[in-house]
Protein backbone atom coordinates (compact mmCIF):
# COMPACT_ATOMS: atom_id res chain seq x y z
CA UNK A 1 0.00 0.00 0.00
CA UNK A 2 1.85 3.30 -0.95
CA UNK A 3 1.36 6.69 1.42
CA UNK A 4 -1.02 8.12 -0.80
CA UNK A 5 -3.97 5.29 -0.53
CA UNK A 6 -3.46 5.21 3.43
CA UNK A 7 -4.12 9.11 3.12
CA UNK A 8 -6.82 8.31 1.74
CA UNK A 9 -8.27 6.12 4.35
CA UNK A 10 -7.44 8.18 6.84
CA UNK A 11 -9.14 11.14 5.82
CA UNK A 12 -12.77 8.56 4.84
CA UNK A 13 -12.10 7.68 8.84
CA UNK A 14 -11.72 10.60 9.87
CA UNK A 15 -14.58 12.07 8.39
CA UNK A 16 -17.17 9.13 9.19
CA UNK A 17 -16.10 9.97 12.74
CA UNK A 18 -16.89 13.27 12.35
CA UNK A 19 -20.62 12.61 10.74
CA UNK A 20 -21.13 10.34 13.48
CA UNK A 21 -20.04 12.55 15.98
CA UNK A 22 -22.19 15.03 14.63
CA UNK A 23 -25.20 12.82 14.37
CA UNK A 24 -24.73 11.73 18.11
CA UNK A 25 -24.58 15.45 19.45
CA UNK A 26 -27.52 16.09 17.10
CA UNK A 27 -29.47 12.73 18.53
CA UNK A 28 -28.36 14.01 22.48
CA UNK A 29 -28.80 17.97 22.10
CA UNK A 30 -31.95 17.70 19.69
CA UNK A 31 -34.02 14.51 19.45
CA UNK A 32 -33.18 13.87 23.00
CA UNK A 33 -33.90 17.26 24.83
CA UNK A 34 -35.39 17.06 28.68
CA UNK A 35 -37.29 20.33 28.28
CA UNK A 36 -40.52 19.03 29.09
CA UNK A 37 -43.70 20.92 27.51
CA UNK A 38 -45.61 23.49 29.80
CA UNK A 39 -48.95 23.26 29.94
CA UNK A 40 -51.08 25.85 31.58
CA UNK A 41 -54.97 24.96 32.65
CA UNK A 42 -57.54 27.80 32.32
CA UNK A 43 -60.46 26.72 34.90
CA UNK A 44 -62.57 29.90 36.07
CA UNK A 45 -63.73 28.19 39.57
CA UNK A 46 -63.07 25.04 40.99
CA UNK A 47 -66.59 24.14 40.84
CA UNK A 48 -68.15 22.25 37.79
CA UNK A 49 -71.74 21.83 36.73
CA UNK A 50 -73.79 19.35 34.53
CA UNK A 51 -71.83 20.56 31.80
CA UNK A 52 -68.50 22.13 31.54
CA UNK A 53 -66.08 23.65 29.06
CA UNK A 54 -62.26 25.09 29.78
CA UNK A 55 -59.31 25.42 27.83
CA UNK A 56 -56.23 23.99 28.29
CA UNK A 57 -53.13 25.68 26.67
CA UNK A 58 -50.46 23.31 25.71
CA UNK A 59 -46.89 24.61 24.42
CA UNK A 60 -43.00 22.34 23.39
CA UNK A 61 -40.90 24.92 21.50
CA UNK A 62 -38.30 22.01 20.90
CA UNK A 63 -39.84 18.66 19.77
CA UNK A 64 -43.46 19.79 19.50
CA UNK A 65 -46.33 18.27 20.83
CA UNK A 66 -47.08 14.73 21.00
CA UNK A 67 -50.10 13.94 22.91
CA UNK A 68 -52.49 15.66 25.06
CA UNK A 69 -54.61 13.71 27.92
CA UNK A 70 -57.23 14.88 30.47
CA UNK A 71 -58.55 12.25 32.66
CA UNK A 72 -61.19 13.07 35.77
CA UNK A 73 -61.42 10.67 38.75
CA UNK A 74 -64.14 10.50 40.86
CA UNK A 75 -65.06 7.65 43.05
CA UNK A 76 -61.68 6.09 42.33
CA UNK A 77 -62.77 5.75 38.82
CA UNK A 78 -61.09 7.22 36.15
CA UNK A 79 -63.08 9.10 33.13
CA UNK A 80 -61.34 9.77 29.74
CA UNK A 81 -61.98 13.03 29.24
CA UNK A 82 -59.64 14.17 26.11
CA UNK A 83 -57.63 12.03 24.31
CA UNK A 84 -55.73 13.72 21.03
CA UNK A 85 -52.35 12.42 18.85
CA UNK A 86 -50.48 15.39 17.33
CA UNK A 87 -48.82 14.83 14.16
CA UNK A 88 -45.03 15.02 13.51
CA UNK A 89 -42.83 15.37 10.09
CA UNK A 90 -41.61 11.85 9.49
CA UNK A 91 -39.14 10.14 11.93
CA UNK A 92 -36.66 12.36 12.33
CA UNK A 93 -38.80 16.07 11.72
CA UNK A 94 -40.46 15.85 15.28
CA UNK A 95 -43.92 17.73 15.83
CA UNK A 96 -45.19 19.98 13.86
CA UNK A 97 -47.51 21.61 16.02
CA UNK A 98 -45.75 23.45 18.95
CA UNK A 99 -48.37 25.28 20.69
CA UNK A 100 -52.37 24.25 20.43
CA UNK A 101 -54.90 25.37 22.71
CA UNK A 102 -57.54 22.31 23.44
CA UNK A 103 -61.22 22.99 24.15
CA UNK A 104 -62.74 20.23 26.34
CA UNK A 105 -65.86 19.76 27.68
CA UNK A 106 -67.75 17.75 30.25
CA UNK A 107 -70.77 16.08 30.21
CA UNK A 108 -70.81 14.61 34.15
CA UNK A 109 -74.40 13.74 33.38
CA UNK A 110 -73.24 11.61 30.20
CA UNK A 111 -70.61 10.04 32.07
CA UNK A 112 -72.61 9.62 35.19
CA UNK A 113 -71.09 10.92 37.44
CA UNK A 114 -72.61 11.95 40.77
CA UNK A 115 -72.08 14.98 42.83
CA UNK A 116 -69.22 15.44 45.46
CA UNK A 117 -65.32 15.70 45.36
CA UNK A 118 -63.16 14.57 41.74
CA UNK A 119 -59.60 15.23 40.79
CA UNK A 120 -58.71 16.79 37.32
CA UNK A 121 -56.00 15.11 35.89
CA UNK A 122 -53.91 16.13 32.34
CA UNK A 123 -50.91 15.08 30.87
CA UNK A 124 -49.21 16.22 27.66
CA UNK A 125 -45.93 14.43 25.62
CA UNK A 126 -43.69 15.93 23.36
CA UNK A 127 -42.23 14.65 20.68
CA UNK A 128 -38.23 14.14 22.13
CA UNK A 129 -36.57 10.58 22.15
CA UNK A 130 -36.48 10.44 25.74
CA UNK A 131 -37.93 8.03 27.65
CA UNK A 132 -37.60 5.48 24.92
CA UNK A 133 -39.53 7.23 22.44
CA UNK A 134 -42.18 8.36 24.52
CA UNK A 135 -41.30 11.66 25.24
CA UNK A 136 -40.60 14.23 27.80
CA UNK A 137 -43.74 14.66 29.73
CA UNK A 138 -46.08 16.82 31.60
CA UNK A 139 -48.00 15.98 34.39
CA UNK A 140 -50.66 17.83 36.33
CA UNK A 141 -54.16 17.67 38.85
CA UNK A 142 -56.70 20.04 39.69
CA UNK A 143 -59.52 19.47 42.67
CA UNK A 144 -62.43 19.94 41.92
CA UNK A 145 -66.05 19.77 42.79
CA UNK A 146 -68.75 18.70 41.12
CA UNK A 147 -72.11 20.54 41.37
CA UNK A 148 -75.28 19.98 39.75
CA UNK A 149 -77.93 21.22 41.75
CA UNK A 150 -79.28 24.64 41.38
CA UNK A 151 -79.07 27.06 44.37
CA UNK A 152 -82.75 27.70 46.23
CA UNK A 153 -83.69 31.06 47.21
CA UNK A 154 -86.01 31.65 49.93
CA UNK A 155 -87.09 34.78 49.79
CA UNK A 156 -87.57 36.40 53.55
CA UNK A 157 -89.27 40.08 52.15
CA UNK A 158 -92.92 39.77 52.35
CA UNK A 159 -94.35 42.59 50.42
CA UNK A 160 -92.72 44.44 47.66
CA UNK A 161 -94.47 47.23 46.87
CA UNK A 162 -93.44 49.71 44.16
CA UNK A 163 -94.05 52.25 42.07
CA UNK A 164 -93.08 52.60 37.91
CA UNK A 165 -89.41 54.56 38.67
CA UNK A 166 -89.33 53.59 42.10
CA UNK A 167 -87.36 51.56 44.37
CA UNK A 168 -88.00 48.30 46.16
CA UNK A 169 -86.28 46.33 48.89
CA UNK A 170 -86.14 41.99 48.36
CA UNK A 171 -84.31 40.09 51.19
CA UNK A 172 -83.33 36.67 50.66
CA UNK A 173 -81.50 33.45 51.80
CA UNK A 174 -79.24 31.42 49.66
CA UNK A 175 -78.74 27.72 50.02
CA UNK A 176 -75.10 27.75 49.03
CA UNK A 177 -72.37 30.61 48.45
CA UNK A 178 -73.16 32.46 45.32
CA UNK A 179 -70.99 35.25 43.41
CA UNK A 180 -74.08 36.42 41.52
CA UNK A 181 -77.30 37.21 43.20
CA UNK A 182 -79.46 39.64 43.07
CA UNK A 183 -83.18 40.83 41.24
CA UNK A 184 -84.25 40.59 37.65
CA UNK A 185 -86.58 43.36 36.12
CA UNK A 186 -87.48 42.44 32.76
CA UNK A 187 -83.95 42.71 31.35
CA UNK A 188 -81.98 44.19 33.68
CA UNK A 189 -80.00 42.70 36.79
CA UNK A 190 -79.46 44.47 40.65
CA UNK A 191 -76.72 42.61 42.54
CA UNK A 192 -77.64 41.60 45.76
CA UNK A 193 -75.14 41.61 48.71
CA UNK A 194 -74.61 39.85 51.94
CA UNK A 195 -73.13 41.62 55.02
CA UNK A 196 -76.14 43.32 56.10
CA UNK A 197 -77.10 40.78 58.73
CA UNK A 198 -74.54 38.56 60.89
CA UNK A 199 -75.84 35.44 59.02
CA UNK A 200 -74.08 36.03 55.69
CA UNK A 201 -76.40 33.40 54.00
CA UNK A 202 -79.07 36.13 54.05
CA UNK A 203 -78.86 38.86 51.19
CA UNK A 204 -80.30 41.72 50.35
CA UNK A 205 -81.00 43.73 46.79
CA UNK A 206 -82.23 47.45 46.36
CA UNK A 207 -83.97 47.53 42.99
CA UNK A 208 -85.65 49.60 40.38
CA UNK A 209 -88.44 49.78 37.97
CA UNK A 210 -87.13 52.77 35.65
CA UNK A 211 -89.62 55.35 34.65
CA UNK A 212 -90.32 53.32 30.97
CA UNK A 213 -91.10 50.01 33.64
CA UNK A 214 -94.99 49.67 34.82
CA UNK A 215 -97.41 46.77 35.94
CA UNK A 216 -96.65 44.66 33.16
CA UNK A 217 -92.94 44.00 34.05
CA UNK A 218 -91.62 40.92 35.53
CA UNK A 219 -89.36 40.66 38.72
CA UNK A 220 -87.15 37.27 40.25
CA UNK A 221 -84.80 36.45 42.05
CA UNK A 222 -81.88 35.25 40.70
CA UNK A 223 -78.68 32.90 41.89
CA UNK A 224 -76.10 31.49 39.93
CA UNK A 225 -73.16 29.46 42.09
CA UNK A 226 -69.91 28.87 41.40
CA UNK A 227 -70.56 25.20 38.89
CA UNK A 228 -72.47 27.44 36.95
CA UNK A 229 -75.97 26.71 38.14
CA UNK A 230 -78.84 29.47 38.08
CA UNK A 231 -81.93 29.42 40.74
CA UNK A 232 -84.85 31.20 40.11
CA UNK A 233 -87.68 32.20 42.34
CA UNK A 234 -90.92 34.58 41.73
CA UNK A 235 -91.40 36.83 44.54
CA UNK A 236 -94.87 38.50 45.33
CA UNK A 237 -95.09 41.76 44.40
CA UNK A 238 -97.48 45.00 43.48
CA UNK A 239 -96.54 47.61 40.69
CA UNK A 240 -98.67 50.63 40.88
CA UNK A 241 -98.50 52.42 37.53
CA UNK A 242 -97.87 55.88 37.34
CA UNK A 243 -97.47 58.92 34.96
CA UNK A 244 -95.54 61.28 34.23
CA UNK A 245 -95.51 65.02 33.61
CA UNK A 246 -94.72 66.20 29.84
CA UNK A 247 -92.76 69.48 30.01
CA UNK A 248 -91.95 72.26 26.37
CA UNK A 249 -88.39 73.97 26.71
CA UNK A 250 -87.56 77.08 24.57
CA UNK A 251 -84.18 76.93 23.33
CA UNK A 252 -83.26 80.16 22.74
CA UNK A 253 -80.31 82.07 20.35
CA UNK A 254 -79.44 83.37 23.67
CA UNK A 255 -79.56 80.38 25.71
CA UNK A 256 -77.21 78.49 23.02
CA UNK A 257 -74.76 81.45 22.97
CA UNK A 258 -74.60 81.67 26.53
CA UNK A 259 -74.45 77.46 27.25
CA UNK A 260 -72.54 75.72 24.24
CA UNK A 261 -68.99 77.74 24.95
CA UNK A 262 -69.20 75.30 27.98
CA UNK A 263 -68.74 72.41 25.95
CA UNK A 264 -65.63 73.53 24.02
CA UNK A 265 -63.46 71.12 23.82
CA UNK A 266 -65.89 68.83 23.92
CA UNK A 267 -67.48 69.47 20.84
CA UNK A 268 -66.83 70.64 17.33
CA UNK A 269 -68.39 74.02 17.99
CA UNK A 270 -66.96 76.16 15.14
CA UNK A 271 -68.30 73.30 11.81
CA UNK A 272 -71.87 73.21 13.44
CA UNK A 273 -75.22 75.66 13.21
CA UNK A 274 -75.55 76.23 16.99
CA UNK A 275 -78.60 73.94 17.53
CA UNK A 276 -76.64 71.22 15.83
CA UNK A 277 -74.22 71.30 18.05
CA UNK A 278 -76.87 71.55 21.02
CA UNK A 279 -78.61 68.69 19.72
CA UNK A 280 -75.18 66.77 20.21
CA UNK A 281 -74.40 67.76 23.51
CA UNK A 282 -78.19 66.92 24.41
CA UNK A 283 -78.36 63.52 23.01
CA UNK A 284 -75.05 61.75 23.29
CA UNK A 285 -73.45 63.57 25.59
CA UNK A 286 -76.05 63.16 27.96
CA UNK A 287 -75.96 59.13 27.19
CA UNK A 288 -72.31 59.01 27.17
CA UNK A 289 -72.55 61.02 30.80
CA UNK A 290 -75.39 58.39 31.95
CA UNK A 291 -72.89 55.61 30.77
CA UNK A 292 -70.02 56.90 33.05
CA UNK A 293 -72.55 57.27 36.37
CA UNK A 294 -72.91 53.68 35.98
CA UNK A 295 -69.64 52.94 35.92
CA UNK A 296 -69.18 54.78 38.93
CA UNK A 297 -72.23 53.12 40.33
CA UNK A 298 -71.08 49.57 39.59
CA UNK A 299 -69.05 49.23 42.55
CA UNK A 300 -70.66 49.62 46.01
CA UNK A 301 -70.15 49.03 49.38
CA UNK A 302 -71.75 46.51 51.46
CA UNK A 303 -72.40 48.76 54.60
CA UNK A 304 -75.57 50.39 54.98
CA UNK A 305 -74.17 54.06 55.69
CA UNK A 306 -77.41 56.06 55.68
CA UNK A 307 -80.18 56.30 58.17
CA UNK A 308 -83.81 57.47 57.87
CA UNK A 309 -85.11 60.02 55.53
CA UNK A 310 -82.90 61.44 53.03
CA UNK A 311 -82.86 65.15 53.04
CA UNK A 312 -83.57 67.84 50.47
CA UNK A 313 -81.80 71.22 49.80
CA UNK A 314 -83.34 73.43 52.25
CA UNK A 315 -85.42 76.58 51.13
CA UNK A 316 -85.33 75.14 47.83
CA UNK A 317 -88.06 75.35 45.18
CA UNK A 318 -89.09 72.29 42.71
CA UNK A 319 -88.64 73.12 39.34
CA UNK A 320 -89.05 70.07 37.35
CA UNK A 321 -89.43 66.98 39.10
CA UNK A 322 -88.57 62.90 38.01
CA UNK A 323 -88.99 62.10 35.06
CA UNK A 324 -90.72 64.86 33.29
CA UNK A 325 -91.21 64.08 29.32
CA UNK A 326 -89.13 67.20 27.76
CA UNK A 327 -89.82 68.40 24.30
CA UNK A 328 -87.25 70.74 23.39
CA UNK A 329 -88.74 73.40 21.14
CA UNK A 330 -86.29 75.73 18.84
CA UNK A 331 -87.95 78.28 16.75
CA UNK A 332 -91.01 76.71 17.22
CA UNK A 333 -90.87 73.31 16.45
CA UNK A 334 -89.46 70.09 18.34
CA UNK A 335 -86.31 69.31 17.79
CA UNK A 336 -85.42 66.92 20.70
CA UNK A 337 -87.47 64.65 23.10
CA UNK A 338 -85.66 63.53 26.32
CA UNK A 339 -87.11 62.46 29.83
CA UNK A 340 -85.39 64.19 33.05
CA UNK A 341 -84.00 61.67 35.41
CA UNK A 342 -83.65 63.79 38.19
CA UNK A 343 -85.53 66.77 40.32
CA UNK A 344 -84.30 70.58 40.25
CA UNK A 345 -84.35 72.43 43.01
CA UNK A 346 -83.62 76.54 42.98
CA UNK A 347 -82.49 78.17 46.16
CA UNK A 348 -80.61 81.06 46.33
CA UNK A 349 -77.57 81.30 44.01
CA UNK A 350 -74.52 79.23 45.41
CA UNK A 351 -76.32 78.19 47.90
CA UNK A 352 -74.73 75.58 50.80
CA UNK A 353 -75.84 71.67 49.41
CA UNK A 354 -75.86 69.26 51.86
CA UNK A 355 -75.11 65.74 51.78
CA UNK A 356 -78.73 64.12 52.10
CA UNK A 357 -77.65 61.21 54.21
CA UNK A 358 -74.39 59.62 55.49
CA UNK A 359 -72.36 58.23 52.58
CA UNK A 360 -68.87 57.82 51.19
CA UNK A 361 -67.87 59.87 47.53
CA UNK A 362 -67.52 57.89 44.89
CA UNK A 363 -67.31 60.56 42.06
CA UNK A 364 -66.57 64.60 42.55
CA UNK A 365 -65.49 65.75 39.22
CA UNK A 366 -66.83 67.90 35.84
CA UNK A 367 -69.07 64.98 33.98
CA UNK A 368 -70.60 67.05 30.69
CA UNK A 369 -74.21 67.96 30.56
CA UNK A 370 -73.85 67.17 34.56
CA UNK A 371 -71.29 69.96 34.89
CA UNK A 372 -69.46 69.84 38.20
CA UNK A 373 -71.32 67.11 40.17
CA UNK A 374 -70.66 64.69 43.17
CA UNK A 375 -72.04 61.29 43.63
CA UNK A 376 -72.37 59.63 46.98
CA UNK A 377 -72.62 55.47 47.64
CA UNK A 378 -75.03 55.07 50.22
CA UNK A 379 -74.30 51.80 50.62
CA UNK A 380 -75.68 48.38 48.79
CA UNK A 381 -76.24 49.91 45.31
CA UNK A 382 -78.08 52.75 46.61
CA UNK A 383 -76.67 56.61 45.63
CA UNK A 384 -77.61 60.02 45.44
CA UNK A 385 -76.20 62.69 42.21
CA UNK A 386 -75.74 66.31 42.45
CA UNK A 387 -75.07 68.45 39.80
CA UNK A 388 -74.67 72.00 37.87
CA UNK A 389 -72.40 72.77 41.52
CA UNK A 390 -70.12 75.87 41.30
CA UNK A 391 -68.18 74.34 43.65
CA UNK A 392 -67.01 70.92 44.49
CA UNK A 393 -65.65 70.37 48.58
CA UNK A 394 -64.84 67.02 48.77
CA UNK A 395 -62.99 64.04 47.26
CA UNK A 396 -63.34 60.84 46.30
CA UNK A 397 -62.86 58.49 49.30
CA UNK A 398 -64.09 60.33 51.75
CA UNK A 399 -66.94 59.82 54.19
CA UNK A 400 -69.73 62.78 54.60
CA UNK A 401 -72.33 62.63 57.31
CA UNK A 402 -75.67 63.71 56.92
CA UNK A 403 -76.21 67.67 56.34
CA UNK A 404 -71.78 68.30 55.56
CA UNK A 405 -71.64 70.67 52.61
CA UNK A 406 -70.51 68.78 49.77
CA UNK A 407 -70.36 71.94 47.28
CA UNK A 408 -72.44 74.87 46.22
CA UNK A 409 -75.08 75.16 43.96
CA UNK A 410 -73.97 76.64 40.59
CA UNK A 411 -74.94 76.46 36.85
CA UNK A 412 -71.88 74.27 35.36
CA UNK A 413 -72.84 72.19 32.45
CA UNK A 414 -76.60 71.95 30.73
CA UNK A 415 -78.15 74.70 32.88
CA UNK A 416 -80.15 78.03 32.31
CA UNK A 417 -79.68 79.48 35.67
CA UNK A 418 -78.43 78.64 39.28
CA UNK A 419 -79.93 75.39 40.59
CA UNK A 420 -79.46 71.62 41.97
CA UNK A 421 -79.99 69.14 39.54
CA UNK A 422 -80.96 66.07 42.54
CA UNK A 423 -80.29 62.55 41.54
CA UNK A 424 -81.12 58.93 43.15
CA UNK A 425 -79.76 56.03 41.38
CA UNK A 426 -80.16 52.11 42.12
CA UNK A 427 -77.36 50.38 40.82
CA UNK A 428 -77.97 51.62 37.13
CA UNK A 429 -81.13 53.06 36.92
CA UNK A 430 -82.36 56.46 38.11
CA UNK A 431 -85.24 56.11 40.49
CA UNK A 432 -87.25 59.05 42.05
CA UNK A 433 -86.30 60.85 44.70
CA UNK A 434 -89.70 61.53 46.51
CA UNK A 435 -89.64 58.22 47.67
CA UNK A 436 -86.48 58.73 49.52
CA UNK A 437 -87.24 62.35 51.13
CA UNK A 438 -90.65 60.45 52.65
CA UNK A 439 -90.13 59.14 56.29
CA UNK A 440 -93.03 56.99 55.54
CA UNK A 441 -92.03 55.38 52.36
CA UNK A 442 -88.94 54.57 53.66
CA UNK A 443 -89.97 52.71 56.89
CA UNK A 444 -92.87 51.09 55.17
CA UNK A 445 -90.37 49.95 52.51
CA UNK A 446 -86.76 49.41 53.79
CA UNK A 447 -86.84 49.95 57.64
CA UNK A 448 -89.84 47.75 58.74
CA UNK A 449 -88.23 44.61 56.44
CA UNK A 450 -84.84 44.93 57.43
CA UNK A 451 -86.39 45.07 61.16
CA UNK A 452 -88.56 42.00 60.54
CA UNK A 453 -85.83 40.16 59.53
CA UNK A 454 -83.39 40.85 62.18
CA UNK A 455 -85.67 40.15 64.69
CA UNK A 456 -86.26 36.41 63.62
ZN1 LIG B 1 -82.15 68.86 36.08
Not at 170 to 188: F, H, M, Q, R, T
Not at 324 to 351: I, M, W
Request: aromatic share 10%.
Amino acid sequence: MNTKVKKNRTWIWVSLGLIALIIVVWILAVKMEGRKPELLTEMKSASIGKTHTMTIIVSDAKSGIRKVWVGLIKDGKENTITIKNYPSAGFIGGGLIKTESVEISIDTQALSLTDGKAMFRFAVWDYSWRKWGKGNQTYLEKAVLIDTKSPEIDVLSRSHNVNQGGSGLAIYKLSEDCPVSGVVVDENFYPGHSGYFKDDSIYISFFALNHQQGPSSKLRLKAVDFAGNTGLAGFPNHINKRSFRRDNLNISDGFLNVTLPKFSGQIDLDGNEPIDSFLEVNRHMRTANAEHIFKVTESTQTQMHWKGAFQRLPNAASRAQFADHRSYLYKGKTVDKQVHLGVDLASLAQSPVPAANNGVVSFADILGIYGKSVILDHGFGLFSMYAHLSTIKVEVGQAVGIGDVIGKTGKTGLAGGDHLHYSMIIHNTFVNPLEWWDPNWINNNITQKLNAIGSE
